[in-house]
């Protein structure tokens, strides 16, 4: 079986695939503060939950966009499984051609998401990852990731809306039934959600201008994809599995 460590700057997710099917999923949250044994303890909890055991385990990839935290997991993976993780990074085969300014500028999770979208649904097409930050991956039908739009993310933007003022406090991210509110909790969220709406249809409408387009192919990802995905017409495909897919598909391509 293969682990797939998709490491981002809030939670890290993990996927085991038995060939291809994906048979168990876990969410943790990113803390630089724990130990390799913290994050091997819970895991293998988390494993034996769903009848996986340690030495099932057989590989092990893992995307970053947190450096510091990278030889606390790696230590991990070599301690409680035997196995040195692929790490996505210079040398890794992935089929994508990065046409940037400086391609060892592009994060891992761009790369991975870039590589599963276009090898699930083919190009051109845009892949909105709705994280910590939200970004816009614009890949051709050559596989090139042509380039990136980075956003602030949905969770962070309404988290620093609270913190910085005294009287708005934390609600839930579900879309109200009017844009117009009525109470506080109504008006925040009006405002994060239909504001994060107008937000991707405006980009994906410039990303067309640019690319001469008339239409693109859009798939959204993230724990927010879905939520923004229904007040939107830009996006056509939700898929939660996005990364992990990508990582396996990487995995095969570097075996």
């Known amino acids: 079986m293969l682990l797939a ?76 499984f035997g196995i040195s993780p692929l790490i996505i990074g210079p040398g890794v085969k992935s089929g994508l051609n990065v046409k940037a300014d400086n391609p060892k500028e592009v994060g891992a999770d761009i790369i991975v998401n870039s590589v599963s979208a276009f090898t699930k649904y083919g190009g051109p097409i845009v892949v909105i990852d709705f994280g910590t930050a939200t970004t816009f991956d614009v890949i051709s039908e050559k596989c090139e990731l042509i380039g990136v739009v980075i956003a602030p993310g949905i969770k962070t933007s309404l988290e620093g809306l609270v913190s910085k003022t005294a009287q708005l406090p934390m609600v839930e991210l579900d879309a109200p039934s009017t844009v117009i509110g009525k109470n506080t909790k109504h008006c925040m969220q009006s405002g994060i959600i239909f504001g994060f709406s107008g937000l991707v249809d405006n980009i994906i409408k410039k990303i067309k201008k640019e690319l001469k387009v008339d239409d693109i192919n859009v798939v959204a990802t993230g724990g927010l994809g879905e939520i923004i995905a229904k007040e939107v017409k830009s996006i056509k495909i939700v898929d939660r599995t996005l990364t992990l897919d990508g990582l396996r598909h990487i995995y095969q391509l570097n075996k």
């Not at 990113?30 to 340690?54: H, Q």
């Open 5 to 80: 460590i998709d490491m981002g700057n809030t939670n890290i997710k993990y996927g085991v695939f038995d060939n291809e099917k994906l048979v168990a999923s876990f969410r943790v949250s990113s803390r630089i503060s724990r130990t390799a044994d913290e994050y091997g303890s819970v895991l293998v909890g988390l494993l034996s939950d769903k009848g996986i055991k340690k030495t099932d385990i057989d590989g092990i990839i893992l995307s970053s966009v947190i450096p510091a935290l990278n030889y606390t997991i790696c230590h991990m993976c070599e301690f409680f």
